[in-house]
């Protein structure tokens, strides 16, 4: 298995530009999310789903959009870029069975320009 | 609502001193709590977790962590710290939500 499966590694974008953050899982979990880590400020929840087709905001969704057409993919659209979206961003899948415990992908180190 | 509470931003000690990182949480319902790890330009990596049952847990490089419900506390121990455990510990819980909220971080600095 090769786990939580993030890309790109690494991105710079100019402000105004969109783009989506691939997350793929073959674990077969039921639930997705993603985090944004800032320094000091530990990880914060941007979006999560509990199955295809159901997602919901977490603590910090504003300029950011889900969608989970498929168990296994959950991308992360950023709508128009700013630069206090310069971050690194987790995804994260996870099951009932695990209680909650979260499976991490690498990480892609996104830079707003 | 859940939060986690993680005392100190970075905590120093040397080779072979006990390590203690300390974390508190709320939480209106009994928590499941965790401990991750994570090293320089990676990603989290689970340390332990605790469910229900034993309130002492073991992880991994000899990490181990006690909840205690009366402090609403999960502190994180080690009896002696190696050059290796450098790194940003993160203490999460979750009240049965498919997601966890995330304590700040505490560096951990370990000097000869």
């Known amino acids: 298995n090769a786990g939580v499966t993030q890309t790109p590694k690494f991105q710079v974008l100019k402000t105004g530009q969109s783009m989506t953050l691939q997350c793929a899982q073959d674990?077969?979990?039921?639930?997705m999310s993603w985090y944004r880590q800032d320094p000091g400020m530990g990880l914060r929840l941007i979006h999560y789903?509990?199955?295809?087709?159901?997602?919901d905001q977490g603590e910090v969704p504003n300029g950011y959009n889900v969608s989970r057409s498929t168990t296994e993919d959950f991308p992360l659209r950023l709508l128009s870029a700013a630069p206090s979206q310069t971050s690194v961003y987790f995804c994260?899948?996870?099951?009932?069975?695990?209680?909650?415990?979260?499976?991490f992908g690498p990480g892609t180190r996104l830079t707003v320009t | 609502a859940q939060s986690v509470t993680q005392l100190g931003s970075h905590v120093s000690v040397s080779e072979g001193a006990l390590v203690l990182l300390r974390c508190n949480y709320s939480?209106?319902?009994?928590?499941?709590l965790f401990w991750y790890v994570q090293y320089p330009n990676q990603g989290l990596q689970l340390l332990l977790k605790?469910?229900?049952?034993?309130?002492l847990v073991k992880g991994i490089n000899g990490f181990e962590a006690e909840f205690k419900k009366s402090e609403t506390s999960f502190h994180l121990t080690k009896p002696s710290a190696h050059m290796s455990d450098a790194a940003e510990y993160f203490c999460?819980?979750?009240?049965?939500?498919?997601?966890?909220?995330f304590g700040k971080g505490t560096m951990l600095l370990v000097s000869p």
């Open positions: 605790y469910t229900t049952g034993a309130t």
């Open positions: 674990m077969n979990h039921e639930y």
């Open positions: 789903s509990v199955g295809a087709g159901i997602t």
């Open positions: 939480s209106s319902v009994p928590p499941y």
């Open positions: 999460a819980v979750s009240e049965g939500y498919s997601t966890l909220t």
């Open positions: 994260a899948s996870s099951y009932y069975r695990s209680h909650y415990e979260q499976y």
